[in-house]
């Protein structure tokens, strides 16, 4: 499975290290991905997702408020 988040599509993004001679190789910006369990209150249930860290605070800010997933 892709390393990328089921609810905002956040993944890899590729760019440059630039060290002080200003040479430069090609690298990663690895999204920060994390598998969480969340009570679904439509269907009663708990639903396993990948999301970002990001997306986390949204989700708790969003319960809070009583908004479904």
């Keep these: ?3 990328k988040c089921v ?3 956040k993944g890899t993004a590729f760019g440059n290290t ?3 001679s200003n040479r430069h190789t090609r690298r990663t910006f690895r999204a920060n991905i994390q598998k969480k369990r969340v009570f679904d209150p439509r269907t ?3 639903v396993t997702m990948k999301v ?3 997306y986390l605070r949204t989700l708790a800010k969003r319960l809070q408020e009583g ?3």
């Design 67 to 69: 908004r479904t997933i």
């Design 1 to 3: 499975m892709a390393r």
């Design 18 to 20: 630039r060290s002080h």
């Design 44 to 46: 009663g249930t708990y």
């Design 52 to 54: 970002s860290t990001s």
């Design 7 to 9: 609810k905002t599509g």
